[in-house]
């Protein structure tokens, strides 16, 4: 689906082309590229686009084109991501294809895969999450396509297959789940005291149920790197190949049982983490799949509606689309988008959101969006790019696992040595205490470390109804010091009322009603439930703080307090000024009630140590009540310019903007940490690097992202501490003293586990 920014809304056309002004890409351009620019429309867009390409290093050469609203552009060394940052900055966008994919790698070798995609014509963009196996490529569609990047990751061993809107998770875990079962149905065999039976039914397991193993170790080698593949298919193929060469000639010493088992345990191991994980990660995105049945009997799958189509839902049924009801009423529990669990009525003619549920009652649903427009899918698009978000913890995590394999190996090298060469015990021992050493070190720990408790803490807000956008905003949260919260709507229920008038000439009021007929501000609105007229106006002006027009013959501006200074005479004390023929003629008291969740919230906030500001657009003393009000400094008549100045200024401290996420869209951009608080169900309509469903989620998901952070680093630390332990032991540094030592079947099992428990563990938040 092709889709471009224009006026802050998105335009949809075929194909799935996305773009964001908040990518992080590393490629180097080679030669010519041309790039699709949105948003040009005058000859001076155009020098200005051309100006900002060709300040971009290891630009030659940029031609841009009006008509075409095309730029061709010629680089020796330059890469894709400056360019595309650079036309981006200077206020325009460029069309980019998003596609996701299915791959089936090892955590060790996101880091190596990113930068081999980074690397390939025309890839923008790439980020993998090993948690999920979930690959995310941004492209420049007009030099390449998603089915040229996944060939060349096939060309390079990787089973990757491109997402179609559903889970496809299950595979890789139905494929480790046979495996096991063959495994768990030969090993117990291999403990029988016959070795030539041993051989043969550990053979299947080693060669069969191990040989992912094996093809990981080949495909790492191969990107010269090291994984957890390398490890078990090590010591699995070491232990069987000794325990053959010792059946026709040695005749001392057997592990084909301990071989079958250390594999069978792994697989264990693998298949548990990969069940939770599929569990964990499908439980919004499962909802995205349904099956629906419409008004004329066809039962269809959600993702076939369309706008237009009529579903029928029933009682504890999933409602498949985004739609009004047509008819009939139920109760609708909508915590994946408000966040709370209390159903809700629904009836004729009101919204309903698809992945909801009716928990009970019956209703025909008229579907107005489906597919990728929906709701739902909003939410799930903005999850996978969030969960794809590297912490600062990450880069050491990297480093210790990209020496952790090979340290691995020199260690059991070494053990084997001390053993046999200088403790001289026998051939059969020394190698089981190596193969143990190669079959306990598990660096799968540190890889799940940080996208596992990512995706756990961002997939409990989603439950919650937060949306994260930007995963980093997880980790800026901490250091925040300061919330900058606007105040209509936000803080306040933005719904103005008149509170009182004075007249200081008969008819003012009636004047300003007949002006305020012609505009859609909230003030115009308040001002027309007060009351209406049916003067006759001409030259109506909408002006910045009020408006302006003739009425019956006389000039009347209706206006918040600078306007009226700068062009009337007279003083006054409300909210509002009436002025005819430049004078001061009447006032307005307006009223805007305080969220009762915004009391609360605020005092929490200080409470927790938090600055809390208000910056608002108002510049009328309801803006100082509602200051006094809460107890907080206020900030008013800022233009949206000012609040970003602001943010600004208070950054050093870490600030928060929390907004409606349309008109502070600039101050939450350049905030730490910019929130949306929404009512609404469009998420690419908002600039928040959160959308919370009311202020109290604010409190939620500071909590959460502290939680969150913590898991990160109990789990490094878990992971880092059970190596310490388990490897020695492995290598039997307790068996001199205790004559115990950890046999190369239980160490596998306890690098299973290592794995299994950072994913557990991820799931306590």
Same mark, same amino acid.
């Given at each position: ?27 180097? *351009? ?44 010629? %680089? ?50 790439? !980020? ?7 690959? %995310? ?5 007009? +030099? ?28 890789? @875990?139905?494929?480790? %789940? ?77 592990? @084909? ?44 799958? +959600? ?59 019956? *209703? ?19 999850? !996978? ?152 106006? !001409? ?56 969220? $009762? ?30 200051g006094e009000e809460l107890g907080v400094k206020v ?17 050093g401290e870490g600030v928060m903007f929390v907004g ?28 928040? $690097? ?12 500071? !909590? ?62």
């Amino acid at each position: 689906m092709f889709y471009f920014v224009n006026n802050g809304y998105l335009m949809q056309f075929p194909q799935k082309i996305l773009m964001d002004r908040e990518r992080n890409v590393a490629q180097k *351009l080679r030669m010519d590229q041309e790039l699709k620019v949105v948003g040009m429309h005058c000859a001076t867009c155009e020098v200005t686009v051309t100006k900002a390409i060709s300040s971009v290093s290891g630009v030659k050469d940029a031609k841009v084109n009006l008509a075409s609203g095309s730029a061709r552009v010629t %680089l020796e060394g330059g890469r894709l991501k400056d360019v595309v940052q650079a036309v981006r900055r200077a206020g325009y966008d460029v069309v980019t294809q998003k596609f996701t994919a299915k791959v089936h790698l090892s955590e060790e070798e996101a880091g190596a895969l990113t930068e081999f995609l980074e690397g390939l014509e025309g890839v923008i963009y790439a !980020k993998v999450n090993p948690s999920s196996g979930t690959l %995310l490529v941004e492209i420049n569609p007009l +030099s390449t396509s998603p089915q040229t990047v996944l060939e060349r990751l096939r060309e390079r061993g990787y089973r990757v297959e491109l997402s179609k809107q559903e889970v496809r998770g299950r595979r890789d @875990f139905h494929d480790l %789940l046979v495996k096991l079962l063959v495994g768990s149905v030969l090993t117990p065999f291999t403990l029988l005291p016959v070795p030539f039976l041993q051989a043969v039914v550990s053979a299947p397991v080693i060669f069969y149920s191990g040989l992912r193993f094996h093809l990981g170790t080949v495909r790492a080698l191969r990107n010269h790197t090291t994984n957890m593949d390398v490890l078990v298919s090590l010591s699995s193929l070491v232990g069987w190949f000794y325990s053959l060469l010792s059946l026709l000639y040695l005749h001392e010493g057997y592990f @084909f049982d301990a071989s079958s088992a250390l594999v069978t345990f792994i697989l264990a191991g693998k298949t548990m983490e990969a069940y939770i994980k599929e569990r964990t990660s499908n439980d919004v995105v499962r909802l995205q799949s349904v099956m629906a049945q419409t008004e004329d009997g066809r039962t269809v799958d +959600s993702r076939e509606l369309k706008p237009g189509d009529v579903a029928v839902v029933r009682s504890g049924e999933v409602i498949p689309a985004d739609g009004v009801v047509k008819e009939g009423e139920g109760y609708v529990e909508e915590s994946i988008y408000t966040g709370e669990v209390m159903p809700v009525r629904k009836s004729v003619g009101e919204p309903v959101i698809g992945g909801s549920t009716l928990v009970s009652g019956f *209703l025909k649903v008229h579907v107005t969006r489906s597919g990728e427009r929906t709701y739902l899918s909003q939410v799930v698009e903005a999850v !996978k790019e969030a969960e794809t978000v590297r912490l600062p913890i990450q880069s050491l995590v990297d480093r210790i696992s990209s020496l952790f394999v090979p340290s691995i190996v020199v260690i059991s090298l070494f053990t084997f040595l001390v053993w046999y060469g200088i403790l001289h015990y026998s051939l059969a021992f020394s190698l089981a205490i190596s193969i143990a050493v190669l079959a306990s070190a598990c660096p799968c720990g540190f890889g799940l470390a940080t996208p596992m408790a990512i995706m756990v803490g961002i997939r409990r807000l989603v439950r919650r109804g937060i949306v994260v956008r930007n995963g980093e905003s997880l980790e800026r949260l901490k250091l925040v010091k300061t919330v900058i919260f606007d105040k209509t709507g936000t803080i306040t229920k933005g719904e103005m009322r008149v509170l009182k008038v004075e007249e200081r000439e008969p008819g003012a009021m009636r004047m300003a009603l007949a002006l305020e007929r012609f505009s859609n501000h909230p003030v115009a609105k308040a001002l027309l439930r007060f009351g209406n007229s049916d003067l006759q106006v !001409k030259h109506f002006t909408e002006l910045e703080g009020g408006v302006y027009g003739k009425v019956d013959g006389r000039e009347v501006l209706v206006g918040n307090r600078e306007l009226v200074k700068k062009n009337c005479e007279g003083d006054f004390k409300g909210d509002l000024a009436i002025c005819v023929d430049w004078k001061v003629v009447g006032e307005v008291w307006l009223e805007d009630e305080i969220k $009762d969740e915004a009391r609360e919230l605020v005092e929490r906030l200080k409470e927790m140590g938090y600055k809390v500001v208000i910056a608002t657009g108002d510049s009328s003393s309801l803006a100082d009540r509602v200051g006094e009000e809460l107890g907080v400094k206020v900030y008013k008549g800022l233009s949206p310019d000012q609040k970003v100045e602001l943010v600004r200024e208070l950054k050093g401290e870490g600030v928060m903007f929390v907004g409606d996420g349309v008109n502070d869209a600039q101050a939450m951009r350049e905030a730490d940490v910019g929130v949306a608080v929404s009512t609404g169900t469009d998420i690419a309509k908002y600039a928040g $690097d959160v959308i919370v469903p009311n202020l109290q989620s604010l409190l939620v998901l500071i !909590k959460q992202s502290r939680r969150t952070l913590r898991k990160v680093k109990e789990n490094v630390a878990w992971a880092l501490t059970y190596n310490a332990i388990l490897v020695p032991i492995a290598a039997g540094v307790l068996y001199p003293f205790t004559g115990i030592y950890l046999p190369p079947e239980f160490a596998a099992l306890g690098m299973a586990m290592n794995s299994v428990s950072v994913v557990l563990w991820s799931l306590v938040q």
